[in-house]
């Protein structure tokens, strides 16, 4: 079936350099991505979302990328903090009832 | 906290008892999700609301479980006759539907333990 994947499940950086989490997808009908942190006992917060026609956009401290030629969406964190630490997950959706579509997640852990 | 409240935050239970978890959405917010999530892995969709209507729901979502949103507010999911495999952290999601794309703002989630 189609889903949401993420190329590593963990990822560790120094404090104060930037990460680059990944993720592919398979359903190229999607027009929605967003990126969730998920810290140990919460819920998903929203980092970050992009739309089809838009392959590239900024917040604060992160950037998402969007390359629908090769379906790969990735999560740029500059200068990570120990607050970073967190599973991260890419989803999908693609309309409609707008649910959303998880991957596994990437454990990212800031070494200080 | 994003708004979204969730009650109980832990439920143990023995297997084949009945439990019952309620959702309090952004008040706002005319659209409601459930999803599980199990250890390791993204939360999976279960089911949804525009107001009051249940609109969706996926195929996780057996014959055991039943979810309602009488007044289009609050949300119950109740699972009956529970099994050992419905442990998992069950969460809510709500969001303010205009058209297009918007962000689903979640809730902390009922942690369930079937023993």
């Known amino acids: 079936g189609e889903s949401v994947g993420l190329h590593l499940p963990t990822l560790s950086v120094q404090e104060g350099d930037n990460s680059i989490i990944n993720c592919a997808y398979s359903n190229s009908a999607s027009d929605y991505f967003i990126w969730y942190k998920q810290e140990s006992g919460k819920g998903p917060q929203f980092i970050i979302d992009?739309?089809?026609?838009?392959d590239k956009r900024q917040g604060q401290r992160v950037t998402v990328l969007l390359n629908k030629t090769v379906k790969h969406l990735s999560l740029q964190i500059a200068a990570t903090q120990p607050g970073d630490s967190a599973v991260y997950f890419c989803?999908?959706?693609?309309?409609?009832?707008?649910?959303?579509?998880f991957g596994q997640g990437t454990r990212l852990t800031i070494n200080p | 906290d994003t708004g979204v409240s969730q009650n109980p935050r832990h439920k143990i239970t023995k297997r084949g008892q009945n439990v019952t978890f309620r959702c309090d959405p952004i008040?706002?917010?005319?659209?409601l999700y459930w999803y599980r999530q199990t250890l390791g892995q993204g939360p999976e969709f279960l089911t949804y609301?525009?107001?009051?209507?249940?609109?969706?729901k996926s195929r996780l979502l057996s014959d055991r479980f039943s979810a309602e949103r009488p007044k289009g507010s609050f949300s119950t999911l109740e699972i009956q006759r529970t099994e050992q495999g419905d442990s998992a952290m069950y969460l809510c999601?709500?969001?303010?539907?205009?058209?297009?794309?918007?962000?689903?703002?979640f809730g902390p989630g009922t942690r369930l333990t079937v023993l």
């Open positions: 989803a999908e959706n693609k309309g409609g009832a707008q649910k959303l579509v």
């Open positions: 999601a709500s969001t303010v539907y205009r058209g297009g794309h918007n962000e689903q703002f």
């Open positions: 008040s706002e917010h005319n659209r």
């Open positions: 609301f525009q107001n009051e209507a249940q609109l969706e």
């Open positions: 992009i739309r089809s026609n838009m």
